[in-house]
């Protein structure tokens, strides 16, 4: 499999729920991110990681909480979630985190919190 | 601060016709600009990048754009749309604070008919 990844593609799940999304990347890159879209907003940078190691967490509330175990994989660990959390979690990869090399995006997680 | 400004949220056009997507940024220091365009329930893909050199950027799928400084913008332009091209379009200026931030634009939904 090529490119960059994201399981599961949906998500449903109540507020007192726990779940994870992953991200894995086929390309070889030393930096991965997480940003949420919602609708009509522009996308917002979450969480940035190089070499696995976290070098930026934009203010994100604590319910998310990221893991980077290796440089192809990277989760998103959820709990108690609410509402307004649901939207589009993509995640992406670049070669650097400090070049102007193009960041690859997966497909996404659409996730819907009752 | 460096942002990015896509007034028009949608943008409807006839099939063989020509399109332009607008963008203007902010920004005090350094340039780079990009085009994201996002098809339904998918990620987003790169259609082209301004870093440097030429004003006048070709991007894949006959997109092509013009970073205009003295306009401080970068509007993505073609001269003649298919139906597949109906998509989200987003704009983003790169900020490199030590690591690579995209700042995105809300969007650009271009809807093609027939």
């Known amino acids: 499999e090529t490119g960059v990844t994201q399981t599961p593609r949906h998500l449903v799940m109540g507020m007192t729920n726990k779940k994870s999304l992953k991200c894995e990347q086929h390309?070889?890159?030393?930096?991965m991110y997480w940003y949420k879209q919602s609708a009509k907003k522009p996308l917002e940078l979450m969480f940035v990681?190089?070499?696995?190691?976290?070098?930026e967490n934009n203010s994100v509330p604590s319910r998310f909480s990221p893991e980077c175990p290796n440089s192809s994989h990277l989760f998103l660990h959820l709990h108690t979630l609410q509402p307004e959390d649901s939207a589009l979690y993509l995640c992406?990869?670049?070669?650097?985190?400090?070049?102007?090399?193009?960041?690859?995006f997966g497909p996404g997680t659409r996730l819907t919190v009752l | 601060a460096q942002s990015v400004t896509q007034l028009d949220s949608q943008v409807p056009v006839f099939e063989e016709a020509p399109v332009e997507l607008r963008c203007n940024y902010s920004s005090s220091v350094s340039v780079y600009l990009f085009w994201y365009v996002q098809y339904p329930n998918q990620g987003l893909q790169l259609l082209l990048k301004?870093?440097?050199?030429?004003?006048l950027v070709k991007g894949i799928n006959g997109f092509e754009a013009e970073f205009n400084k003295s306009q401080t913008s970068f509007h993505l332009r073609k001269p003649s749309v298919h139906i597949s091209d109906t998509a989200e379009y987003f704009c983003?200026?790169?900020?490199?604070?030590?690591?690579?931030?995209?700042?995105f634009g809300t969007g650009t939904r271009l809807l093609v008919s027939p």
């Open positions: 992406a990869s670049s070669q650097d985190r400090a070049s102007t090399d193009t960041q690859y």
């Open positions: 301004y870093l440097s050199g030429s004003t």
């Open positions: 990681y190089s070499l696995e190691e976290r070098v």
């Open positions: 983003a200026v790169l900020l490199n604070t030590g690591f690579q931030k995209l700042v």
């Open positions: 390309l070889g890159h030393n930096a």
